[in-house]
């Protein structure tokens, strides 16, 4: 085998094993996102230890993540993959955001309200799992 088809015939085993990489990678991220939801759910399902409200529901401390109320933020999440790529590897992104109008409330405070931040505990809680979804690809 001369040097040129020897070069053809590895460029084509490349080309083939990135494509399963790359087919791998995107089968993994729907995992992926059902991890971010997992860690959402869990971050925002625990009761809270502040303020005791007439109905029962008891609120979470400043600094704490919102504890459940009507379950809405808990169940209100959209998810977005986006795949893109430049011929080579594939760019996975992953989002998942809040549809309740108030999570940014929650999330940073008002002029009222102590924050009740979340984001980065579920970011905290999903990134290690995700990251071993990824390995040994």
């Known amino acids: 085998m001369s040097p040129a088809a020897g070069a053809k015939v590895l460029e084509v085993e490349v080309k083939r094993n990135v494509e399963e990489i790359n087919a791998a990678a995107i089968s993994r991220s729907d995992r992926a996102l059902n991890v971010m939801r997992n860690a959402a759910l869990e971050v925002l399902g625990h009761d809270g230890t502040g303020r005791v409200y007439r109905n ?6 400043p600094g ?11 169940r209100n999440w959209s998810q977005q993959k986006l795949i893109g790529g430049n011929g080579g590897g594939v760019r996975i992104r992953l989002r998942m955001r809040s549809q309740m109008y108030y999570a ?8 009222k309200m102590a924050r009740r931040p979340f984001a980065d505990r579920i970011k905290n809680k999903s990134v290690p799992q995700i990251a071993a979804l990824f390995t040994n690809l």
Do not use: I, Y
């Open 56 to 61: 029962g529901h008891v609120a979470s401390s």
């Open 104 to 111: 940014t409330f929650l999330e940073f405070g008002t002029k």
């Open 64 to 74: 704490s993540p919102p504890s459940p109320d009507t379950g809405s933020l808990r």
